[in-house]
């Protein structure tokens, strides 16, 4: 939204006021009566709060998603994560590992852990497991007291302190949708739907995908 929001400005004869949150942050908010035009948070999100009348009946648009990656301090030797196999060899390997604390809703912290239950591995992986505050997702790894970092790519990748390893293998992948709607307290809701269809053009898609994001 950094580069897209003042284009969109310039090419309409509208402002925008911005405030960003976590998606969970975002939709607590709205829930709680914040005034909103447009409500951008995940797919699932936004029809919950479709559901509960906080977002206007099918205005909801996709527009992008992004999935778990892999990443470590800064400089520090890349491990092989090309296979599912060798994803669970680098695991088992780890001195340590740690992603944000599945007790806070993030969906990256829910998902690795219902991952190492699967894959078999929680046992041996729950000892050397740190669980991060959403604030310090990337800041023990960048300092080397944990060893493997797991996080949604587009903030990896707009991390300066870390290094990107890459996405978790394809049949392990577990991808977040992004969507945006109109609040239903909006009372500007034609400038919202502009809005709308100037971040999800295929021009914006292309600049997303510059962030870590593919087509929703």
Same mark, same amino acid.
């Given at each position: ?16 006021? %911005? ?11 709205? =829930? ?9 948070? +995940?797919?699932? =999100? ?63 912290? %829910?998902?690795? +852990? ?33 060893? %493997? ?7 990896? $990748? ?9 996405? $978790? ?6 991808? +977040? $949708? ?26 914006? $898609?292309?600049?997303?995908? +510059? ?6």
């Amino acid at each position: 939204m950094v580069p897209l929001v003042p284009q969109f400005e310039r090419s309409s004869s509208h402002k925008i006021s %911005i405030s960003y949150g976590t998606a969970g942050q975002v939709t607590d908010r709205v =829930q709680k009566g914040e005034y909103a035009d447009v409500v951008m948070t +995940t797919g699932p =999100q936004i029809d919950n709060l479709q559901k509960q009348a906080k977002i206007v009946a099918g205005s909801r648009v996709d527009l992008a998603k992004v999935g778990i990656g892999v990443f470590v301090r800064k400089g520090a030797t890349k491990p092989d994560i090309g296979s599912v196999e060798a994803f669970r060899r680098t695991l088992l390997a780890a001195n340590s590992i740690g992603h944000v604390d599945p007790a806070l809703g993030v969906p990256v912290g %829910i998902y690795m +852990t219902a991952l190492m239950e699967r894959m078999g591995i929680a046992a041996g992986m729950k000892p050397k497991t740190r669980l991060f505050r959403v604030e310090e997702r990337f800041e023990h790894v960048a300092k080397g007291d944990v060893e %493997i970092g797991f996080n949604l790519i587009q903030e990896i $990748l707009a991390e300066p302190n870390v290094d990107f390893v890459g996405p $978790l293998p394809a049949a392990i992948q577990s991808n +977040t $949708l992004y969507a945006a709607a109109i609040a239903a307290v909006s009372k500007e809701q034609p400038a919202g739907k502009a809005l709308i269809q100037f971040v999800s053009s295929p021009a914006a $898609l292309a600049k997303m995908k +510059t962030k870590g994001f593919e087509a929703p």
